[in-house]
């Protein structure tokens, strides 16, 4: 079974650029995270789809940040401008169902390193 | 709000030894807590447990959960310098998201 895919894999840009981020879910789940990770801590949320509509977005920060699932498969995550505290690895996370259950596993894609100088 | 504490920060140890990581947590309406490995980038999952009392264990990796003191301990035995990485721990509540602590980072040196 073919993992969570995700490009690319490095970017480096400078402030008040924009950035765009791509992730292929595992054939089949339903539901895909978007991750924030800062050198240090731990991944946070940003963003969860269920197929292809929005079911958390408390956390992303959306008057720079948006993300798309328009066909409730791959997904896009931008940022526009970047600043430079948006320096992290970006992780793209799949689940079969992430319903109320609250059970399933999440498995993660390579991440995407961002840089922005 | 959510809150995941881990410790320790970091380890040092050698191969062989023994190592258990702690992880708290203050969760509402507590659904499940998933252990991680993380090299590199990507975390890899290790464990879900959502009973209390009951150890899931794999090869020489096992973990348990205190629903009651609100905690879960991953133990290594007979460690590698394969087992150097961050280990991360998540919980999921009515919030339906994970909220993962900071990591410990273990360091197994030859």
């Known amino acids: 079974e073919a993992g969570v895919a995700q490009s690319p894999r490095y970017k480096i840009i400078e402030k008040r650029q924009s950035v765009a981020f791509w992730c292929n879910p595992i054939?089949?789940?339903?539901?895909l995270y978007w991750y924030q990770q800062i050198l240090g801590q731990g991944p946070k949320l940003l963003i969860q789809?269920?197929?292809?509509?929005?079911?958390?977005d408390s956390q992303l920060p959306k008057d720079r940040f948006s993300a798309e699932r328009l066909k409730g498969v791959d997904s896009t995550l931008k940022i526009q401008p970047a600043k430079l505290e948006d320096s992290a690895v970006y992780l793209c996370?799949?689940?079969?169902?992430?319903?109320?259950?609250?059970?399933?596993?999440?498995?993660f894609g390579p991440g995407t390193r961002l840089t922005v100088l | 709000e959510d809150k995941v504490v881990q410790s320790p920060l970091s380890l040092v140890v050698h191969e062989g030894d023994t190592v258990t990581l702690n992880c708290s947590y203050e969760?509402?309406?507590?659904?499940?807590l998933l252990w991680y490995k993380q090299e590199k980038k990507a975390p890899t999952f290790l464990f879900m447990l959502?009973?209390?009392?009951i150890e899931k264990k794999s090869g020489r990796l096992s973990s348990i959960l205190d629903k009651k003191e609100l905690f879960s301990i991953l133990n290594i035995t007979a460690t590698q310098t394969g087992d150097s990485a961050i280990y991360l721990c998540?919980?999921?509540?009515?919030?339906?998201?994970?909220?993962f602590g900071s990591g410990t980072q273990l360091t197994v040196l030859p």
């Open positions: 996370a799949s689940s079969p169902v992430g319903g109320r259950g609250g059970t399933d596993t999440q498995y």
């Open positions: 054939s089949g789940h339903a539901t």
């Open positions: 789809f269920q197929n292809n509509g929005v079911v958390d």
């Open positions: 969760v509402t309406n507590f659904r499940s």
């Open positions: 959502t009973s209390s009392g």
């Open positions: 998540a919980v999921r509540g009515s919030a339906r998201q994970l909220t």
